[in-house]
């Protein structure tokens, strides 16, 4: 670990603490030392920051690192690298491995092999139930306790109201949140993209917006009556965007996140029978991608998370029908939320940075030795710098995933991420910086 490390001359936004201002921001022992002008350099590597963005590290609470398992699509190694190219310091990884986290023993394993070989901070999200079947809950109580940081099925959603319930009784006790893929796998059964004309068209099964909106309907109420913390992963829909801005408004403790591909993507933009946009939940109409972008300039929405989920190539490049939904997403993220919400004028960048950073912190509630997301002298020295508008091209050749199943490969942005920096250490430089 570097002893100190200043970066000098930024523009450094933090809206934890509301700083906006020119300054340099030193790191020392991995957290952060202070944050103001003219700070000593003595015995630090300086790195220079001047016409940039600096922003406490970018948090993503909803990602797929395969291991155990499946490290043919992804490892936490090349996972880890990869979000640390995409600007991300921290990243929550769900529990769909094999075997499913479900147990001390699986939290403990990846906990533990993050240490020695990720590149970022990774923390485990434990399952909800036992091998995500749905039929009985999991060892909840001792996956806090190995450092699972919240519970999810995840990609196989809890259908029984009744375990739901036990399973949010037993995350308010331990006062973590539960996270859920919102489908009704009664009424999704059967498709593979968004039902609509284009459905229809292509001859393709359709997965209605309502498969998304009666599991948050659902789960609302469940969460008004445990009081437990209740996060909406991947919102797609109009209802439930309105639903999950009702429940704010009654002040209960729901809380929801948007993928950067939903925002970015109508089904108008598919190319035919591309399996690249598949994705649960799917690529949804022009109606429903602008009430998520509306969710999230209103408040609605709290949190930006990628759902970055490799596939390789001989899995994804199937027919539509038979390959696995998901893409890639941590290198593309910040390109297109600037895109999508800043250069269109609809977000302040002070308020996207909130997103990626102080928002997700709040979603997964960390404290104490464990506090990011913020530039406050003591938290974790975890910072990102980026450009907020210089043009690249994304090569998904050169990513540091093992997979490349993304729709947005050759796609031009505006403004990304020029260095990560993971308790002090650069983890990530852009080539030629």
Not at 194 to 223: K, N, Q, T, W, Y
């Amino acid at each position: 670990m570097s002893r100190k490390l200043l970066i000098r001359g930024g523009r450094v936004i933090c809206p934890a603490s509301g700083h906006d201002a020119v300054a340099d921001v030193l790191i020392e022992g991995g957290r952060i030392a202070g944050v103001g002008q003219g700070l000593a350099a003595a015995g630090a590597e300086v790195l220079s920051a001047a016409g940039l963005i600096v922003a406490p590290g970018f948090i993503d609470i909803h990602v797929h690192l395969r291991e155990p398992g499946f490290e043919h699509a992804e490892t936490i190694e090349t996972g880890s690298r990869a979000a640390a190219a995409g600007g991300f310091t921290t990243v929550c990884c769900m529990p769909n491995t094999s075997p499913v986290n479900d147990s001390a023993t699986v939290t403990s394993y990846i906990a533990e092999k993050a240490r020695r070989v990720a590149a970022v901070d990774v923390f485990p999200i434990g399952a909800i139930t036992k091998g995500s079947q749905g039929e009985e809950l999991a060892a909840i109580h001792s996956m806090v306790s190995a450092g699972a940081v919240a519970i999810s099925d995840d990609g196989r959603p809890v259908m029984n109201s009744r375990i739901v319930r036990r399973a949010m009784e037993t995350a308010k006790a331990l006062d973590v949140p539960l996270i859920q893929h919102c489908e009704d796998l009664n009424l999704s059964a059967g498709g593979d993209m968004h039902e609509c004309v284009d459905s229809v068209r292509l001859g393709i099964g359709g997965i209605p917006a309502a498969a998304e909106d009666v599991m948050v309907a659902r789960d609302i109420v469940l969460a008004e009556l445990t009081g437990a913390r209740y996060h909406v992963a991947h919102i797609s829909t109009k209802n439930s965007v309105a639903m999950v801005a009702f429940a704010k408004r009654q002040g209960l403790p729901v809380t929801a996140e948007a993928a950067p591909h939903h925002i970015a993507l109508h089904t108008g933009n598919m190319r035919p029978y591309d399996s690249n946009f598949k994705m649960k939940p799917p690529i949804r109409g022009c109606h429903d991608v602008e009430a998520v972008v509306g969710g999230i300039t209103s408040g609605a929405v709290d949190c930006l998370a990628t759902d970055h989920a490799p596939h390789p190539g001989d899995d994804k490049m199937q027919e539509f029908e038979r390959c696995p939904f998901g893409i890639i997403g941590f290198e593309t993220a910040l390109g297109i939320s600037l895109e999508v919400l800043v250069h269109s004028g609809k977000l302040s960048l002070n308020r996207l940075i909130a997103l990626y950073t102080s928002e997700p912190a709040r979603v997964i509630g960390w404290k104490g030795e464990l506090e990011r997301g913020s530039l406050k002298p003591g938290t974790v020295g975890n910072v990102t710098v980026f450009h907020p508008d210089f043009p690249w091209t994304y090569d998904v050749s050169k990513s540091a995933s093992k997979s490349s199943n993304t729709p947005f490969n050759g796609r031009t942005f505006h403004g990304g991420p020029v260095v990560t920096v993971v308790r002090g250490e650069i983890v990530w430089r852009m080539p030629g910086y």
